[in-house]
């Protein structure tokens, strides 16, 4: 069990009123699994990928990643979670536009204080197995949209995470982007690593070996 979710909760508070985002989720989700989240917006399924990947706490409930229970982490921990095992691809791509491809998925192996040279070599190996091996020295406006979600998605395994967390990732893209895109995660599941997807689009969740879907902050059924 890689990820143990326990009557999660998280209410969002705008001055005097407050509004509940997740009720009591209990989740379960294997090492190795693929894994789709769906929803209408407002259904709580980005908040629950936040707080799954340490972006986000909760107002009560507990989740545990790696037999960790994240409540009982310190920040500095906490962000050693967020480095090295989970790798974030998100709907906007958040790349820097100043560097390029190559200097993108490197980055976050300076923060884990890989020398220069390994963290050249590990980002042009990433860039190659997404299919982006020509374009590796390119700024992201240099590339279409579905080539900036592929340098996204080199840069979430920079550190070799065990988990990768996915919140709309084709949402930005052509569904030919789109299918390349999720071909890539189904190959990283192949190869062992746990993928977590959200999505409100059917045909991008039969992708996933296992479909949950959540309404109103609950999880209603799984197909």
């Known amino acids: 069990m890689i990820i143990r979710v326990e009557y999660l909760s998280k209410v969002y508070r705008m001055g005097k009123v407050e509004v509940p985002a997740l009720r009591d989720v209990n989740l379960e989700i294997e090492e190795g699994e693929f894994l789709a989240i769906m929803g209408p917006s407002g259904s709580g399924k980005s908040t629950l990928l936040n707080i799954i990947g340490c972006l986000d706490k909760p107002t009560g409930g507990r989740v545990f990643i790696d037999g960790a229970n994240t409540a009982s982490l310190s920040e500095n921990e906490l962000a050693e979670v967020r480095r090295d095992k989970v790798g974030f691809v998100f709907q906007q791509f958040n790349l820097i536009h100043s560097l390029n491809a190559l200097e993108n998925v490197s980055l976050p192996m300076f923060f884990a204080g890989v020398s220069r040279g390994e963290r050249l070599k590990r980002a042009e190996e990433l860039l190659a197995k997404v299919g982006l ?61 746990t993928i977590i997807v959200v999505t409100h689009d059917p045909v991008i969740a039969a992708h996933a070996k296992r479909v949950i879907r959540m309404r109103d902050g609950r999880l209603l059924d799984e197909e």
């Open 133 to 193: 091996r020509e374009r590796m020295h390119h700024k992201p406006l240099e590339l279409s949209g579905g080539q900036q979600q592929r340098v996204a998605i080199a840069r979430a395994l920079a550190n070799n995470p065990k988990i990768v967390i996915g919140d709309e990732p084709t949402g930005n893209v052509d569904t030919e982007a789109g299918n390349v895109i999720m071909g890539i995660l189904g190959d990283l599941n192949r190869e062992g690593k």
